[in-house]
């Protein structure tokens, strides 16, 4: 048996806010995610290096074989993770959801609850 909180959905778009996505990579439990997750890495490898920030990077990027999942907004709050873990600073999860929204253009369809 596998518990994998929220970093595993089948064929649902995956949530690492309170996660590591460089420890995501590593699971191996399913080859989907495992891409995605490496998605993320070379988003945000990518945006950082041309000095964007997560919603710049979100908006250039192509989600590809990913485009098709439920809660694409997720891209956001994943970025943001992905950002603040490799610049070594905190998870800022307001300004997460707040680019989440700008790049969904409304309300978010996503199924998270915040704390």
């Known amino acids: 048996m596998v518990f994998t ?3 595993i959905f089948h064929g649902l778009t995956p949530l690492v806010m309170a996660g590591s996505v460089t420890a995501a990579t590593l699971a191996n439990v399913l080859a989907d995610h495992e891409r995605y997750f490496r998605f993320i890495l ?3 490898a990518s945006g950082r290096q041309d000095g964007l920030g997560p919603l710049e990077a979100a908006q250039r990027t192509d989600l590809g ?3 098709h999942w439920a809660d694409a907004e997720r891209l956001l709050l994943n970025l943001h993770r992905a950002y603040a873990d490799a610049e070594g600073r905190p998870f800022d999860m307001l300004a997460a959801f707040g680019d989440a929204l700008t790049w969904n ?3 978010l369809t996503t199924h998270v609850c915040c704390v």
């Open 42 to 44: 070379a988003t945000t």
């Open 105 to 107: 253009g409304g309300p």
């Open 65 to 67: 074989e990913f485009a």
């Open 5 to 7: 909180g929220d970093l």
